[in-house]
């Protein structure tokens, strides 16, 4: 029991390196507290793992994952597009203040999000690989504290790098990184045979036309206030 434990975290740790789920978990830090983050990512992992064991102890089949690919970059395009009119529609450091949002349930965010994006993902498959030759309630243990770990590695970035930019700038930069992730998920997901460098080009396509559309916005928006301030 205890080697498997070990090994899947050995594992899924290192095929979480550098994955989009790390990606994914540092954005989030950059906008919501970082137990938040942490537990929607522990028990979206939890269970997707429970899942991924599952299919490889007991099923020995595969979830349509074509369909979950698409729900999931949907989600990530939707989930882009509202934090950017969040922060897009908050008031100027110089206007008068407005009263505060309400919260938008951030832990059931995060862990929509994570359960959608790790379904199909080579995570999930290294998991259920594991779990056809080995003790499936220690795959199961290790897989989610290997990916828990991995992904806690990228809060920390997130809360570093949060301390050092203001919350604007970190909520449209969120924003701009869900709708990349979303282009690139929806494009690898209808054009399965588009290579990686070709996607990933494709796909940052989408957060930098908006990116250029709303600086362009707000440079046309702040320029009457610099005029009136000259005059």
Do not use: C
């Not at 490889?56 to 595969?62: D, E, V």
Request: aromatic residues 8%; without cysteine.
């Amino acid at each position: 029991m205890i080697a498997t434990i070990l090994l899947s975290i050995g594992i899924v740790f290192l095929a979480e390196l550098g994955d989009k789920s790390q990606l994914m978990a540092l954005t989030f830090a950059l906008r919501y507290r970082w137990w938040v983050v942490l537990g929607g990512i522990a028990t979206a992992t939890a269970l997707v793992h429970v899942i991924s064991v599952a299919v490889g102890h007991f099923l020995g089949a595969a979830l349509p994952t074509g369909v979950i690919a698409l729900v999931a970059a949907l989600m990530f395009l939707g989930v882009g597009v509202w934090t950017l009119r969040e922060n897009w529609t908050a008031p100027e450091p110089d206007d008068e203040p407005k009263p505060p949002r309400s919260s938008k349930a951030p832990y059931f965010v995060v862990l929509s999000a994570f359960l959608l994006a790790e379904l199909g993902d080579r995570t999930m498959f290294a998991t259920a690989a594991l779990a056809t030759d080995n003790n499936w309630f220690g795959v199961w243990l290790g897989s989610t504290i290997g990916m828990v770990a991995a992904d806690a590695l990228a809060i920390a970035v997130g809360i570093l790098i949060g301390k050092h930019l203001p919350e604007r700038a970190i909520g449209l930069a969120a924003g701009l990184l869900f709708l990349y992730f979303g282009a690139a998920t929806l494009l690898t997901t209808v054009f399965p045979g588009l290579g990686l460098v070709a996607g990933a080009a494709l796909a940052a396509v989408v957060p930098a036309v908006i990116g250029g559309v709303l600086l362009i916005r707000r440079v046309r928006r702040r320029a009457p206030k610099l005029v009136r301030t000259s005059v």
